[in-house]
């Protein structure tokens, strides 16, 4: 799991990468909840804003309760972690919270915790993504295709064939033409 906080400029407070055995994408993004809303309130926020890229988990946090029942102990800690504190929970688009997702893939990876205070020890990857942030500019997610059946990876990879074969033709006709109008303007 992996997060970042941050004070209301955009400055780096913290960020962490750390590892945790979790069976679901929301049993991960709670565990990564109830991780910022316990340092939060060990490090002495009263108050602050809370953002996650899952609805899922928001609105259970907001409900503070879920029939979901592996989350629901995670839940009922994070509620009594923000207990005293005024938190502020909304959702974001994932585009904005991927740095948060580069470290939760990094401890996946590694499989070893990592704690930032610096903006200079962040790995080179998040170090423009934090400053877009920062800057409040838009970043983008790169995206990539799905498949939902082998046949259709099957038809995909059939159509990418053909475009393959097309492409090098026309490259072929298109550097023969090249050549053409070299030597026409060199004679």
Not at 148 to 171: E, F, G, K, P, V
Request: glycine share 4%; with cysteine; aromatic share 10%.
């Amino acid at each position: 799991m992996g997060g970042i906080i941050g004070d209301a400029t955009g400055n780096l407070i913290m960020a962490f990468s750390v590892p945790a055995q979790s069976k679901t994408n929301n049993q991960a993004k709670a565990m990564a909840t109830l991780y910022v809303t316990r340092w939060c309130k060990q490090a002495g926020y009263n108050k602050y804003d809370l953002e996650l890229d899952s609805m899922l988990v928001d609105n259970m946090i907001k409900d503070k309760d879920t029939k979901n029942l592996k989350l629901k102990g995670i839940i009922r800690d994070i509620s009594h972690a923000m207990k005293g504190v005024e938190v502020n929970v909304s959702h974001c688009y994932r585009e904005a919270n991927q740095i948060a997702d580069l470290f939760a893939k990094q401890t996946s990876l590694s499989e070893s915790g990592t704690f930032y205070c610096s903006f200079h020890k962040f790995p080179k990857e998040v170090k423009g993504l934090f400053l877009l942030d920062k800057w409040q500019l838009p970043s983008i997610r790169k995206r990539y295709d799905k498949f939902s059946t082998t046949a259709q990876l099957l038809q995909q990879i059939r159509n990418w064939s053909l475009l393959t074969l097309l492409y090098r033709r026309l490259d072929v006709t298109i550097h023969n033409s090249h050549c053409t109008l070299m030597r026409s303007a060199s004679t």
